[in-house]
Nanobody
Framework: QVQLVESGGGLVQAGGSLRLSCSAS????????MGWFRQAPGKEREFVAA????????SYVDSVEGRFIISRDNAKSTVYLQMNSLKPEDTAVYYC????????????????????????WGQGTQVTASS
């Protein structure tokens, strides 16, 4: 089992920045990849970014490319999402997720971008960017 706890959400004006943190505990040695998703009211959960836990390879949805940065600190078992130039359309509950699928540790595999590819989820943190 892997437990995930997010923090760092809040209210910010459009154009501002926030940094989300996600602390992992439990069987963290089993983590292959970590991801961030978001869900706005009435919409499906959307992929935002993912990172390979050991190699640090990253992937982003087009709408946040160049504005958001995903990173990790393996020693602290923590993944971060630095969000810059926030827009009102970024407003959502943000979730971090852990993928423990062994085969997806390999560098030749694509970073997972679908919710069902992740086995563990945090409770979510609200991010609101006001216009």
């Amino acid at each position: 089992q892997v437990q995930l706890v997010e923090s760092g959400g809040g209210l910010v004006q459009a154009g501002g920045s926030l940094r989300l943190s996600c602390s992992a505990s439990g069987r963290t040695f089993s983590i292959a990849n970590m991801g961030w998703f978001r869900q706005a009211p009435g919409k499906e959960r959307e992929f935002v970014a993912a990172i390979r836990w050991t190699r640090g390879t990253t992937s982003y949805v087009d709408s946040v490319e160049g504005r958001f940065i995903i990173s990790r600190d393996n020693a602290k078992s923590t993944v971060y999402l630095q969000m810059n130039s926030l827009k009102p359309e970024d407003t959502a509950v943000y979730y971090c997720a852990a993928d423990t699928t062994t085969i997806r540790r390999a560098a030749w595999t694509d970073l997972p971008r679908l919710p069902h590819e992740y086995q563990y989820w945090g409770q979510g943190t609200q991010v609101t960017a006001s216009s």
